[in-house]
C-alpha cells in the first residue's frame, strides 16, 4: 500500500543526509561523463521505437518478468513512459529530481513486489540493447568504447538508487515486523511449564507445549526431555538450570548463561526464564516460556540471503570486465589444478580462487575454497595423501558452485556457464 506521507519524508531525509556532490563523487559521475551521456540522448530519441520494441518483447516473453506486468493498459503506459524515461537517462539534467525518479522506482519495486532479479534482468536486457545501437552507430573503436561505457555507468546509477531504495523500505518492514513480534514475545503467557529442584516438570503445563515440541513434557524430567528432542544447546541449558538450584552463582550470571533460543526439531523456539524464590530468597522452581519463532527466522534468513545475493550481481555488473578476466583466468588455472600433483602450486590456485570469489562476494564458494584449504592443511601431513586426486576433486566441487551460480543468473548476467 502506497504510503505517501512516509515516501516524501524518505526523500527528504535522503538528501538531507546525502549531498548530490557527494553521491556523484562516490558513483564516479563527473561532468566529463554527463556531456558524453548527453551527446547519446539524441541518438536515444531517434531510435526509440526501435529499444521500446526490444525492450518489451525480451519482458514480455520472460516468465519471470512479465508476471509483474498487470495487463494490457499498463504495459501500454509503461511504454509511453519510458519512451521518455530511456532518453532521460542520457540527457538529465543531472539534478535532484534526476536522482528523486531512479529512488521512486525502487519505492514502487517495493509496493507492488517486484524483486530485484527480476529488474536487474531487464536492465541488463536494456544495457544489451543499446550496446547493439552503439555497435551500428559508432564505426570508431574509442567512440564504441565510449559509449558502451557510459550507458554502464548510467546503468549502474540507475541499479544503485533502484536497489538501495528497495532495501531500505524492505529492511523497515523487516524492523517493524521484529518490533510487533517482540511486542507479542513478550506479552504471551500461553505456552510456559516450570521445572522443579529436582529437574522433573510440573505436572501441569500449557496446551502450547504440546504443539511447539510435539511431545507431552508434562512430568518428565527436564535432561530426557531435551535428550529424547534432540534439543541443540542442551548441554549449557542443563548446566545452567543445576546451576540455578545449587544458588553458587548470581541470578543475573545464570540468566545470562541460560540460551535465548533452542532448536527443536527443525522449530526456533525463543526461551524466556522467570524465577521463582522461596522464603528464603533461594531458588526454589523456574518458570519457561516458549515461542516458536521458525517463520520469522526463516523469512528473515530468506530476505538476507536474497540482500547477498543482489550485492553480489551488482558488484559484477559493476565491475563486469574484471569478472569476466577473472573467469577467463580460473578456465586457465583448473586445467593445471585438474592435473596437479605439487602441493605448493595446487594451494597457491586455491588461495587465488579464495580471493576471486571473496572480492565479488561470492561467499559460499570462497566458504568452500576456504574450508578446502584448512583439509589439505591437515591431509597433506599424510606421507600417503594423494594430492592429485585432493585438487582435481577440489576443482570440480569449485566449478559445480560457480556453474551453478551462473546458470541461475544467465537472464540477468547474460554469462554462459
Not at 596437479?340 to 561467499?363: P, R, W
Request: with cysteine; hydrophobic share 40%.
Amino acid at each position: 500500500m502506497l504510503d505517501i506521507e512516509g515516501f516524501n519524508l524518505f526523500i527528504k531525509d535522503y538528501f538531507l543526509n546525502n549531498k548530490i556532490e557527494d553521491l556523484e563523487f562516490a558513483l564516479k559521475f563527473d561532468d566529463i561523463k554527463k556531456n558524453k551521456a548527453k551527446k547519446l540522448a539524441p541518438i536515444i530519441k531517434e531510435n526509440i521505437d526501435y529499444i521500446i520494441k526490444e525492450f518489451y518483447e525480451y519482458n514480455l516473453n520472460n516468465d519471470k518478468i512479465k508476471k509483474y506486468f498487470k495487463g494490457h493498459a499498463e504495459i501500454e503506459r509503461l511504454m509511453k513512459v519510458n519512451q521518455k524515461y530511456f532518453e532521460y537517462i542520457f540527457s538529465g539534467p543531472f539534478d535532484i529530481e534526476y536522482y528523486k525518479e531512479k529512488i521512486k522506482i525502487g519505492y514502487m519495486h517495493y509496493i507492488r513486489s517486484i524483486p530485484n532479479d527480476a529488474y536487474l534482468a531487464s536492465l541488463g536486457n536494456l544495457n544489451s540493447i543499446l550496446n547493439k545501437l552503439w555497435q551500428n552507430k559508432f564505426t570508431d573503436v574509442i567512440e564504441l568504447f565510449e559509449a558502451q561505457s557510459i550507458t554502464s555507468d548510467l546503468l549502474f546509477i540507475e541499479i544503485y538508487f533502484t536497489v538501495n531504495t528497495y532495501y531500505t523500505f524492505i529492511e523497515k518492514k523487516l524492523s517493524d515486523e521484529k518490533t510487533k513480534m517482540k511486542e507479542i514475545l513478550d506479552n504471551m503467557q500461553d505456552c510456559y511449564f516450570i521445572i522443579n529442584k529436582d529437574l522433573m516438570t510440573s505436572d501441569v503445563v500449557s496446551k502450547s507445549c504440546l504443539h511447539i515440541f510435539n511431545n507431552d513434557i508434562s512430568g518428565r524430567n527436564i535432561i530426557e526431555v531435551f535428550d529424547e528432542l534432540e534439543v541443540s544447546k542442551k548441554d549449557i541449558f542443563i548446566l545452567s538450570i543445576k546451576q540455578y538450584f545449587e544458588n553458587i552463582f548470581n541470578l543475573e550470571s545464570i540468566f545470562n548463561m541460560l540460551p535465548g533460543t533452542i532448536e527443536v526439531k527443525n522449530k526456533t523456539i525463543k526461551m524466556s526464564y522467570t524465577p521463582i524464590l522461596d522464603s528464603d530468597k533461594k531458588p526454589h522452581k523456574i518458570i519457561i516460556c516458549c515461542s516458536d519463532i521458525t517463520e520469522h527466522i526463516k523469512k528473515q534468513k530468506f530476505l538476507e540471503e536474497y540482500h547477498t545475493k543482489n550485492l553480489t550481481i551488482i558488484e559484477i555488473i559493476k565491475k563486469r570486465t574484471e569478472f569476466d578476466q577473472i573467469l577467463k583466468e580460473i578456465a586457465v588455472k583448473n586445467v593445471t589444478l585438474l592435473d596437479c600433483d605439487d602441493i605448493t602450486i595446487g594451494k597457491n590456485i586455491l588461495f587465488e580462487y579464495k580471493n576471486y570469489f571473496s572480492k565479488f562476494a561470492l561467499s559460499n564458494i570462497a566458504t568452500l575454497t576456504h574450508n578446502l584449504e584448512l583439509e589439505l592443511l591437515e591431509k597433506e601431513k599424510n606421507e600417503k595423501f594423494n594430492a592429485k586426486e585432493f585438487f582435481s576433486i577440489s576443482c570440480c566441487m569449485i566449478s559445480d558452485l560457480l556453474k551453478k551460480f551462473l546458470e541461475e543468473n544467465y537472464e540477468i548476467l547474460g554469462i554462459p556457464s
